[in-house]
């Protein structure tokens, strides 16, 4: 299994809170994204980073902001949260750009905002 | 637009059964990549299996298999002898060529096997 881990795992918090989720990779993969997956959505994309420093946004990706200081540690922040962000949040990382590359998940986080 | 269709929001099979599960994509683009993921009840997400937009061949592996239709921009993926533990949300993904850094998924098939 890919080495990915977020934390936290659950966070239950009350709206209008700063919120930040972390991913972790011991894989050294270049490429890594947020999603959220809902209820008859699917996964959808957030942000997602192309290297150090490097990140742009995904299909929705109004409320969030990321950040990538590391290779290793991709961080999304809810700066205010809001009940419409109740969801479940997963990491992926992928090794290259290259359309063969498959994408590997974590664990996904639990997050409720009341 | 809709980059990947998955139009069965649910399925059943019986137990040792084949199942197809049903996915059509648009792309432009001549190179791309087609996936398949499984998120059992337990919420984690496992990849599948993989077909290359130039890949002659369907991909195999194990129990699952890629049914390519390039022309008709499908890539079915086929579970052969089902059992109790394939019942999982399925979903189908797609990553482009041309703008390579994201992915495009599905809303996904439920699929429940039938003793």
């Not at chain 2, 890539?75 to 390579?100: E, K, P, W």
Request: proline share 3%; hydrophobic share 30%.
């Amino acid at each position: 299994d890919a080495g990915i881990t977020q934390s936290p795992r659950h966070k239950v918090t009350e709206t209008g809170t700063p919120v930040t989720l972390r991913c972790h990779q011991t894989e050294n993969h270049r490429y890594m994204y947020w999603y959220r997956q809902d209820p008859g959505h699917g996964l959808r994309l957030i942000h997602y980073s192309y290297g150090v420093k490097d990140t742009d946004k995904g299909e929705v990706s109004d409320g969030y902001s990321v950040s990538r200081s590391k290779t290793e540690d991709f961080l999304l922040t809810l700066e205010s949260a809001t009940s419409s962000q109740t969801s479940v949040y997963f990491c992926a990382i992928s090794d290259s750009g290259e359309p063969y590359n498959e994408q590997f998940f974590g664990p996904g986080t639990r997050l409720t905002v009341l | 637009a809709q980059k990947i269709t998955q139009t069965q929001p649910g399925m059943f099979v019986q137990e040792k059964e084949a199942v197809t599960l049903d996915c059509t994509y648009d792309t432009s683009d001549q190179s791309y990549g087609l996936f398949w993921y499984k998120q059992p009840s337990s919420g984690e997400m496992i990849f599948l299996i993989y077909q290359g937009s130039y890949d002659e061949q369907n991909a195999t592996e194990g129990r699952y298999s890629l049914n390519f239709q390039k022309a008709r921009k499908s890539a079915n993926l086929v579970i052969s002898a089902s059992q109790l533990g394939d019942s999982a949300m399925y979903f189908c993904a797609m990553r482009d060529g041309n703008t390579g850094n994201q992915f495009y998924f599905g809303t996904g098939t439920s699929l429940t096997v039938i003793p």
